[in-house]
């Protein structure tokens, strides 16, 4: 039995040594398989086309996050995403400074400043703003009960309109009136049939004009030529984009050039290596003992 690596040599030095000392044999490699019904797991980012070459396979573990990118597992394959308290944490910063940084215009300050032009704009307390999050899951939670710590009137959304603490949470039926109360929009939700494309024309037509959005989903969430037309007609009046579509987003793209816009290179978070590591050793021990086993991801919902 042996979990089978195939992602980036600079995490395989970090996680060998804990497998081996967890008392797990880790094979680096599809080159280095001699038997293939020895691999039992697999830690990668994007699979082998074929899996049916490892008769003994029981997991795939995603090396980081997100699983929108991974295809259907074979019969008897679970697929679990990385559960890492730093994924959590770094994308709660990273949502929490583009909040702040809309909130007082940065974007404005940011153009005046090519120009040299001295200039104060507004200044609204965090009360006043309506934050809304779509996708209130693990790390939207933490941003939410943050954002509201500094005094941001928070709200979230998902589907299944889960409760959580101190938070107004609204359902899949609610989503129109929480778009309507919403000033400032992140968007943490997870990509799948259902939400691909779901910041739309539609949708920012419902929201505050003037409104700003912060996402840090996945780029396939958004219509990159609705959010121009939102930012022309006024309905939108900034954004700051952690993800873009098409990603890397290509140097002539208007989005760049745009000073209502703000744009990072998918750097919201990064799986620390050692704390991947601790997870794959989780999800085996978990295999191994018949427990719940962390990051399971139900593919017929995506996440």
């Given at each position: ?90 994308v709660?910063?990273?949502?929490v ?26 200044i ?15 790390i ?30 609204y ?86 050039a745009d ?45």
């Amino acid at each position: 039995m042996a979990l089978l690596y195939t992602s980036l040599p600079d995490r395989a030095k970090v996680w060998l040594p804990m497998l081996e000392a967890a008392g797990e044999r880790m094979i680096i490699g599809e080159d280095a398989v001699t038997d293939p019904a020895d691999v039992t797991y697999l830690a990668c980012w994007q699979p082998p086309a074929d899996l049916s070459r490892y008769p003994s396979l029981k997991a795939v573990i995603c090396v980081a996050a997100g699983v929108d990118h991974m295809p259907p597992m074979p019969e008897g394959v679970v697929l679990t995403r990385t559960i890492a308290s730093g994924i959590e944490t770094m994308v709660r910063d990273w949502v929490v400074m583009a909040t702040l940084m809309l909130h007082r215009q940065m974007p404005v300050y940011l153009e005046q400043a090519t120009t040299g032009t001295w200039q104060a704009q507004g200044i609204y307390p965090s009360h006043s703003r309506c934050v809304g999050i779509m996708g209130i899951g693990r790390i939207g939670a933490l941003a939410a009960q943050t954002l509201s710590g500094l005094g941001f009137d928070v709200a979230g959304w998902s589907r299944s309109g889960t409760p959580v603490d101190g938070i107004e949470v609204y359902g899949a039926d609610g989503l129109p009136d929480f778009l309507q109360r919403t000033d400032l929009l992140v968007c943490l939700l997870p990509l799948t049939d259902e939400t691909r494309g779901i910041l739309n024309g539609d949708l920012f037509a419902q929201l505050p004009h003037g409104a700003m959005l912060v996402h840090a989903g996945r780029g396939a969430h958004l219509d990159m030529q609705a959010l121009q037309d939102a930012l022309n007609s006024g309905r939108i009046a900034s954004a700051m984009l952690d993800v873009t579509d098409p990603e890397p987003l290509p140097a002539d793209h208007w989005a760049w050039a745009d000073p209502r816009v703000i744009v990072t290179p998918h750097v919201a978070s990064l799986t620390d290596y050692a704390e991947g590591a601790e997870h794959a050793i989780n999800v085996i021990r978990a295999l191994r003992e018949g427990a719940e086993i962390p990051g399971l991801v139900d593919q017929s919902k995506g996440y």
